[in-house]
């Protein structure tokens, strides 16, 4: 585990920016190389020469038509071989896409003078947007550079802050392998359960889910299949149907529907992963 992780209570996008912002202005090379990574994913013409002037966290930017500012996530300006250049990144964990939000970024950047003007989205998921960003990454594109910066490090404190923000990262797109043996910590027993969700929203091929956790249930919101899936508990305490057990309430419908109790389905993953099934990157 990061020491990073004790200074949130969830992996949150506003913490994990602010994180990675931090990193990029303490760093001109982690922000150059940033920018470079974004660039390349974009498919501009490769530079040779690449420099970061000034990079923002929610920088609050005018759209034509909106009653409000709008505040991307990250805002990098720089320059590529001396052409001036903006880039706006939408970073995401479990959050979805707000309404329209890309195509304000998109409209805010073709009104821009700069000669590469991009957007681009980071997140943990595939995310099915209404407007396609021009480079699309994930959290884990960021461990090498991350690592790379460390061998470079002059310091232990250097060395040791670029070591953990690479583990943070990797910790972002964590994959469900199994339940624990023994539970005697309720955040790591919530924890597995949300990665059995997310592992089973990506084997069904679901490019959308938002977060719906409750004081009574941990839980997604499925817009594309109208439904809400996951685990109820508290008001639901005496209700044998929904105690301890993982459920699919469709939209509209008084009654969810039983998939499996929870005590089945640990002793399934755990017996797959005895035997192998359960890899780095998905649930069988």
């Given at each position: ?240 149907v929904c105690q301890n057990a993982l ?38």
């Amino acid at each position: 585990m990061s020491d990073f992780q004790l200074f949130e209570r969830y992996y949150t996008e506003n913490f994990s920016t602010a994180l990675l912002v931090f990193a990029a202005r303490q760093s001109p090379d982690f922000a150059e190389e940033l920018l470079k990574l974004i660039l390349r994913k974009a498919s501009c013409p490769g530079g040779e020469r690449y420099a970061v002037e000034s990079i923002e966290r929610n920088l609050p930017i005018q759209i034509d038509g909106a009653p409000a500012a709008k505040f991307p996530d990250i805002c990098i300006r720089g320059k590529v071989d001396g052409k001036a250049c903006v880039v706006l990144v939408e970073a995401k964990i479990s959050a979805g896409e707000g309404l329209d939000q890309l195509g304000d970024y998109c409209r805010w950047l073709s009104k821009q003078t700069d000669p590469i003007a991009k957007l681009a989205t980071l997140t943990r998921d595939p995310l099915a947007t209404t407007t396609r960003p021009h480079a699309a990454l994930t959290w884990s594109e960021l461990v090498p550079l991350a690592r790379q910066m460390g061998v470079g490090a002059t310091s232990a404190f250097e060395k040791g802050f670029w070591s953990h923000l690479a583990r943070h990262l990797e910790e972002i797109m964590s994959t469900f392998n199994g339940f624990s043996a023994h539970f005697s910590d309720v955040h790591q027993l919530m924890q597995e359960v949300d990665l059995l969700l997310i592992s089973l929203f990506r084997n069904m091929g679901v490019t959308r889910w938002y977060s719906c956790w409750n004081a009574d249930r941990a839980a997604y919101w499925l817009p594309d299949h109208r439904a809400t899936v996951g685990f109820w508990w508290w008001k639901r305490f005496g209700d044998p149907v929904c105690q301890n057990a993982l459920m699919v309430w469709k939209d509209g419908k008084p009654e969810g529907r039983l998939v499996s109790s929870l005590q089945e389905i640990i002793e399934k993953a755990n017996a797959a992963r005895q035997e192998g099934q359960l890899g780095t990157s998905s649930m069988s």
